[in-house]
């Protein structure tokens, strides 16, 4: 219930909660949860999956959906990490751990299809990565004010290193991931661009996150695979 398991017969070492943004995916999420389930479960981790969903038609705004995630998750469970997940990607190894990194954020899906199984360019920090909780308080979150799709890696991938942290990676061999793709008019022929930065992020990262985040949750329910939390 609410997508949240522990294994029965042992004392699970790793508490992850698995956070999704999301808006109208249904395809992409049936596939993902009937994948990641099963992965996770094998990985003898205690998890929850949680769905961070977005009212309305306004514009999509991926990064202030997962600080929403972030705070309402900590009400649950003292995680030991944090997972943010893209809707669309589903992993191919059993040995790319939904653990974080003690010490630094990780990022986990260093090696997906859709780019040749290599990163698109040197500070993607894009698809799944891992924080813990006092990694994500260090560098204030996401930013709340990326309206739209793209650029708000780069700012994270920014305030890492700005908050005296660096982003590890997961092997390229573990870290292979397929990306679900239902739009084939959206196959991408050309090489894939990183989207222009519209921030200054050395100047915005400490007054624009966790600690400025307004929202408003709509809705807290249970599903059989996930909790799902509406927020406006």
């Not at 994948?35 to 991926?62: A, E």
């Not at 809707?87 to 859709?114: F, G, Q, T, W």
Request: with cysteine; glycine share 6%.
């Amino acid at each position: 219930s609410g997508g949240h398991y522990r294994p029965p017969h042992c004392f699970a070492r790793y508490k992850s909660a698995i956070l999704v943004a999301y808006r109208n995916q249904e395809k992409y999420l049936h596939h993902l949860l009937y994948y990641i389930h099963p992965f996770l479960q094998r990985q003898q981790l205690s998890y929850t999956i949680y769905l961070i969903q977005q009212i309305g038609t306004g514009s999509f705004n991926r990064a202030k959906l997962l600080n929403v995630g972030v705070r309402e998750a900590m009400k649950d469970e003292e995680w030991d990490c944090l997972v943010l997940h893209d809707v669309d990607l589903v992993p191919e190894n059993d040995y790319n751990l939904y653990i974080c990194d003690e010490y630094y954020p990780k990022h986990m899906a260093s090696a997906m299809d859709r780019f040749q199984y290599t990163l698109p360019y040197k500070s993607f920090f894009g698809g799944v990565s891992a924080l813990t909780p006092e990694h994500y308080m260090k560098m204030n979150g996401f930013p709340n004010t990326y309206w739209g799709d793209g650029g708000e890696n780069d700012d994270i991938a920014t305030r890492i290193h700005l908050a005296g942290m660096k982003i590890v990676r997961t092997s390229p061999h573990l870290g292979r991931y397929r990306v679900m793709d239902y739009n084939e008019e959206t196959e991408i022929q050309e090489p894939w661009r990183r989207p222009p930065s519209r921030h200054n992020t050395r100047k915005t990262w400490k007054a624009d996150g966790m600690n400025t985040l307004q929202f408003r949750v709509l809705s807290r329910t249970k599903h059989p695979l996930y909790t799902k939390i509406t927020v406006d």
